[in-house]
C-alpha cells in the first residue's frame, strides 16, 4: 500500500530529517533538532506506537550505576571511560527534566541501594569511587555505606546511592511524544523494511518511500537487523515480573543486585523484579521479546529463596524489553556516512542517558560544535 498525494507531501516532501525510532532517544533527538532548527522538516518513524522497544518496557529506575557496575566498568573500560559514561548519565537526567519540565512521570528521588551476595567476592572500595565521582560531578560522598537491615541472606553491609529514583516510563514516552506533536514533528507508524542509509532513504514494508536530507538512527538493540555495519551493538533480554501485592515487602528504595543484573523495586504494593540475563547463557543476547519462562521461574525462586519473601504471591504481570549492548556502555553516536547518524547502544541506562543522546545527535546532525 503506497502513500496517497496527501500522505507523501504530508510527509515526505521536502523532508529534512527522518528519525528513525520513537523512544526516548528518537523523541528528544526530533525535540532538539525543531527547537535548534525551527523550519526545519522532521518526520519520526517506527512500527508501531507505543515503540516496541526498551523505552516503554523497562523498569522505570532513574539510576547512573551501582557500585559493583562502575568497578566493572572501570575493569574493563579505564578510569576515564567509566566516569564520562557515568557523567553522561548522570546529566541526562537534568537533560531529560529539562525537556518533561514539571510533567508528571511519577518521578521519586528515593535513592538506590546495592545488595551484596554473602558469596560475592568482588572487592568494592566505596571510598575510591567516591572520590573518581566527585571530581566528576562534583557530589562528595555519592555512594554511602549502610548497614543492610532487611535482607538477611545478604551481606550485613550495602551501599546507598541517595541521587536515583524511580519514574513511570510510559508516562516518560508519553509525555515526550506530546512535546514532539506540539514543535510539528510528523509521525509515520509503519514496518521498515530497509534503510538506504547512504542516500537517506526510508523503504517500507508495503512498497511506500520517505525521502530525506538525513536520517537519525535510534533503534538501539534494533539497529543491526536494519544497518548491518553498526556491529558493536547486540540485542540482550531482560524478562521482567510483577508480582500480586506483597505488603511485607516496604522498602522504598530501587534495588541492584549482582552488578545489576538484577532489579527490584516497588509498584504500589507488588513486586517489581527483572533481569538474570547472565544467568542464561548467548540465548538471552536476542531481540525477541518472546518471554524466557525458565528466566521468570529463576526470579520467582531467587524472592522465596534469597529476598526471603514469606508471603504467597502470584505473578500477574511478565514481559520482555530489548537493551542495546556492546562491548563498551558508552553509547555511540556518531556519522555514519554523509547522510545519515547514529545515536544507540544505551547499555541499559536509556532512562538516564537517552534525553541526552537524542540531544548530543541532534547537534550532531545539525552540524553544532560544542
Known sequence: MSFSFWESDY???????AVIGTGIVGLSTAIHLKRLNPGLKVVAIDRQWPPHGASTKNAGFMCFGSPTEITDDIEQIGEEQAMLT???RYEGRTT???LLQDADIDYQNCGGIELMEKHDNQNVDIGYLNALIKNVIGINEYFKTIENISFPNFSKEAYLAPEEG???PVKIVSVLKRLADLEGVKFVFKEIKQLDDANATVIFKDGSIIQADQLAITLNAFTPALLPGIDDVVPARNNVLVTSPV???RLEQVLHIDKGYLYMRKVGDRILFGGARNKFGPGEYTDDLQIN????DYL???LKQKMGIQSEFSVEYTWAGILGV???KKPIISRINQKSCVGVRLGGMGVAIGAKVGKDLAELILDIKN
Open 293 to 296: 519462562e525458565a528466566v521468570i
Open 96 to 98: 531529560l527534566f529539562t
Open 166 to 168: 524511580k519514574v513511570n
Open 86 to 88: 557515568f557523567k553522561a
Open 300 to 302: 520467582v525462586e531467587y
Open 326 to 328: 556492546g562491548r563498551s
Open 11 to 17: 510527509f515526505s516532501s521536502n523532508a529534512g530529517v
Open 247 to 249: 505488603p511485607e515487602f
